[in-house]
């Protein structure tokens, strides 16, 4: 897919309603343009701490609210966008290449990170300028 494509965007996962409890689930193939290879959640945030503040060179990763709230800074290099995840059945996908800042977490949050490849340390961009260079 070509890079203008890949854009951060919120991805709608099923919602099915019960008198007994709500359900919302996600399928690789129906709902994520990747296949997952990791899954991590962030837990237990202090009040005004932020997680993230790097970018990917190769993987792509989507991040579901599934208690709580927080919002996603991202930027593409070009423009910076702020998402703002509420809800436990929609998730933010974030491709390849996109400078992410998870902030503003609620009391008792928990965000689960899906993601396209297995954990490697070299694939991290932390610092904002040459994540700048890299995509321009």
């Known amino acids: 897919m070509a890079r203008d494509k890949q854009k951060a965007r919120i991805i709608d996962l099923p919602k099915i309603e019960d008198d007994r409890g709500n359900l919302s689930f996600i399928?690789?193939?129906?709902?994520?343009?990747?296949?997952?290879?990791?899954?991590?959640?962030?837990y237990?945030?202090?009040?005004?701490?932020?997680?993230?503040?790097?970018a990917f060179k190769n993987t792509e990763e989507l991040i579901v609210a599934l208690s709580g709230s927080f919002d996603i800074v991202v930027?593409?290099?070009?423009?910076?966008k702020k998402f703002s995840l509420t809800r436990s059945y929609y998730g933010l996908y974030l491709p390849r290449l996109v400078f992410r800042r998870?902030?503003?977490?609620?009391?008792?949050?928990l965000a689960l990170v899906l993601s396209s490849t297995h954990y490697d340390q070299s694939d991290y961009i932390r610092d904002f300028n040459d994540f700048l260079s890299l995509v321009k």
């Not at 998870?102 to 949050?109: A, G, L, Q, R």
Request: hydrophobic share 30%.
């Open 27 to 42: 399928e690789e193939d129906a709902h994520l343009p990747f296949k997952i290879m990791r899954v991590y959640w962030i």
């Open 44 to 54: 237990d945030v202090p009040g005004g701490e932020f997680r993230g503040s790097h």
């Open 75 to 80: 930027h593409d290099g070009r423009e910076e």
């Open 102 to 109: 998870i902030e503003n977490f609620s009391t008792n949050s």
